[in-house]
């Protein structure tokens, strides 16, 4: 690990001002100190942003804020969350375990890296790491890798669970820049495609931390999954993961919310499938339809074809267990 300068931050524009081209923020550490023993992040100074972050979940008549310092436990132990956001609270406690989500911060698991195996390698070219270097994963072991939205520059999938239940939420990221200006960003526009530059994961601007999240308060409290599959049953990343959620009046959709980690560089929406399912009946018919719709467009890489039928099925069984989930 190359040696670093550690400081502490009394306040937020304090810590704005410090940030640079070879500044890091620190919030848990879970993933970036990670990436700083492996050499893959560099940073030359780390400034901690604990204490000038809120780490307190506010809640109104319309909305829940939840500070960007909110550990993720603390927000699956919230009883706002747990009786008007559950689906969040599932798909947190879908990932990592308990000791890293005691320490993960909300504004860091947006923020953690791709989990390619070629991105933790340095001895390999890889366009997120080092860009122009070319991607391993697109001819190499990719079976962890996207099944749609990516580009010949990169493969990678976005790992976080949380991130897939606030798409589905229709979130909003809320940022402060370094003039100390708040800006709202929707949450499925924080993240962004590969395209060509690939080094990039999100639209964050380089001068911005992010202050907290919200979201609105919404119908989805009552028939609601996350369907996560993996390698193992616990500790390991999405091979593909389905957050559903549906209104329901009688047997009738009227809404419905699909989103999916593993598949993308981005947590994906499904809104042709979430369009389809509104008005229809709630059978196995339809959200098998629903699931035919969402895989029949999908670009498999050379070893991931596994995904595109694991991902049908995870559609299904994650809607059948949103009725399931209303008894
Ligand atoms: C073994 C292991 C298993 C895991 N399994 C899962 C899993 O199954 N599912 C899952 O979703 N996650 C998983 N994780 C990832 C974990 O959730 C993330 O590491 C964690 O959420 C990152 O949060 P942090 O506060 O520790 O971020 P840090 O490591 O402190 O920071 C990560 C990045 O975010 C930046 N940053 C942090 N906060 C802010 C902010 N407010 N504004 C601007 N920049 C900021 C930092 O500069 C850094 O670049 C796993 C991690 C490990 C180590
Ligand atoms: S998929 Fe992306 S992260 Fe993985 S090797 Fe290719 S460029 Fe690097």
Redesign the pocket.
């Known amino acids: 690990m190359r040696p670093f300068i550690f400081s502490k931050s009394s306040a937020l524009s304090q810590a704005l001002s410090k940030k640079n081209n070879t500044t890091?923020?620190?919030?848990?550490?879970?993933?970036?100190?990670?990436?700083m023993k492996k050499n893959i992040?560099q940073p030359e100074s780390?400034v901690d942003?604990t204490t000038v972050?809120p780490d307190k979940i506010t809640t109104n008549t319309k909305s829940i804020q939840i500070g960007?310092?909110v550990?993720?436990t603390a927000i699956t132990n919230n009883a706002t969350v747990k009786a008007k956001y559950p689906l969040l609270a599932k798909?947190?406690l879908?990932?990592?375990?308990p000791q890293?989500?005691n320490?993960?911060?909300?504004?860091?698991?947006?923020?953690?890296?791709t989990?390619c195996p070629y991105f933790y390698d340095i001895t390999t070219p890889c366009n997120k790491r080092k860009p122009g270097t070319g991607c391993s994963a697109m001819q190499g072991q990719n079976r962890m890798n996207a099944i749609v939205g990516y580009s010949d520059q990169c493969v990678a999938v976005h790992?976080?669970?949380?991130?897939v239940a606030l798409a589905a939420l229709d979130a909003t990221v809320t940022?402060?820049t370094k003039n100390n200006k708040q800006e709202n960003i929707a949450f499925t526009n924080f993240h962004r495609l590969p395209e060509n530059l690939p080094e990039r994961d999100n639209n964050?601007p380089a001068n911005?931390?992010?202050?907290s999240i919200s979201i609105n308060e919404n119908p989805f409290n009552k028939n609601y999954a996350y369907v996560?599959l993996?390698d193992r049953d616990s500790?390991?990343?999405?091979l593909v993961s389905v957050a559903a959620a549906l209104q329901l009046s009688g047997n009738t959709i009227v809404q419905a919310r699909l989103a999916s980690?593993g598949v993308a560089h981005k947590p994906w929406r499904w809104t042709e499938a979430e369009q389809y399912l509104k008005g229809k009946a709630a059978t196995a018919t339809t959200f098998s339809e629903a699931a035919t719709m969402i895989t029949k467009g999908l670009k498999p890489l050379s070893h991931n074809g596994f995904k595109v039928p694991l991902l049908h099925g995870a559609v299904e069984t994650a809607l059948q267990n949103c009725l399931v989930a209303s008894q």
Do not use: E, W
């Open positions: 890091q923020f620190i919030a848990g550490g879970t993933n970036l100190v990670d990436l992040a780390l942003i972050l960007a310092m550990r993720n798909a947190i879908a990932g990592a375990s890293i989500r320490m993960a911060s909300t504004g860091g698991n947006l923020l953690q890296r989990r790992p976080s669970d949380m991130c940022l402060t964050l911005a931390l992010i202050h996560k993996r500790y390991a990343f999405a980690g």
